[in-house]
């Protein structure tokens, strides 16, 4: 699949208090001059010295500031900007990133959907249109904005290379977008927002027997396979 190229067909609807006011809510600093790009700019026309940001990668790709090594570390190989990156696209990097470092965090994607507690899976929407400035101050290296026809760093697998079943199931059953709680983020050490500085978010005896039985299906599925 080719690089999508209709992006300057999009312009932000933000006003500056909508801007303003997100920020605040999402822990953004207003240090960062937030700003709401005009009716007749599109995601690519930031203003030098700035990035753009979209507001569903906040609400549904469970992106937070300060922004993780993981998400940087991606960023920064590729070479790529948060304003190319679609919310599902960003949504899975999270994915792997949990599934890597917290092995806790698979329970939270695949369990829910097992036993059929998908009441946060969500759908986007609208989400091109509502994007706005920071300061290019709030990643910690310049950010570049790939070109569409650039060539990538690292080839495509060839098939020998890759687990076909695996593959296959993964085109059958892609990742639904799903928010996480913010105790959850913040457990995880995703997400420095806290609103209970007396308190400390813990793992329910459900959470863990879920666990369990994860793990025992899929070392039994392996086993049998």
């Given amino acids: 699949m080719g690089a999508k190229k209709d992006m300057g067909l999009s312009y932000?609807?933000?006003?500056q208090e909508e801007v303003e006011t997100?920020?605040?809510?999402?822990?953004?600093?207003?240090s960062f001059n937030p700003v709401?790009?005009?009716l007749d700019k599109s995601i690519y026309q930031y203003p030098s010295g700035s990035i753009a940001l979209y507001c569903r990668h906040f609400k549904f790709s469970n992106l937070r500031h300060p922004f993780t090594i993981f998400v940087l570390n991606v960023l920064e190989y590729y070479r790529i900007s948060f304003g190319q990156i679609h919310p599902h696209g960003l949504f899975k990097v999270r994915i792997l990133r949990f599934c890597v470092g917290h092995w806790v965090m698979i329970v939270t994607v695949y369990v829910p959907a097992i036993f059929s507690l998908g009441k946060n899976v969500t759908t986007l929407g609208s989400w091109k249109d509502r994007f706005f400035w920071v300061s290019k101050s709030i990643v910690p290296f310049k950010?570049?904005?790939?070109?569409?026809d650039a060539i990538l760093n690292e080839l495509e697998p060839s098939e020998s290379e890759l687990d076909g079943w695996l593959l296959k199931a993964l085109k059958e059953c892609p990742s639904q977008l799903r928010?996480?709680?913010q105790h959850l983020l913040f457990l995880m050490g995703v997400s420095v927002l806290w609103d209970k500085p007396d308190r400390d978010p813990v793992l329910s005896t459900f959470v863990i027997l879920c666990v369990f039985i994860f793990f025992l299906c899929l070392s039994l599925f392996v086993f049998i396979r």
């Avoid at 932000?12 to 006003?15: A, D």
């Fill in 12 to 15: 932000s609807r933000l006003t």
């Fill in 22 to 30: 997100f920020c605040e809510e999402w822990g953004i600093y207003l």
């Fill in 36 to 38: 709401a790009p005009g």
């Fill in 143 to 148: 950010l570049v904005w790939r070109h569409p």
């Fill in 179 to 181: 928010p996480f709680p």
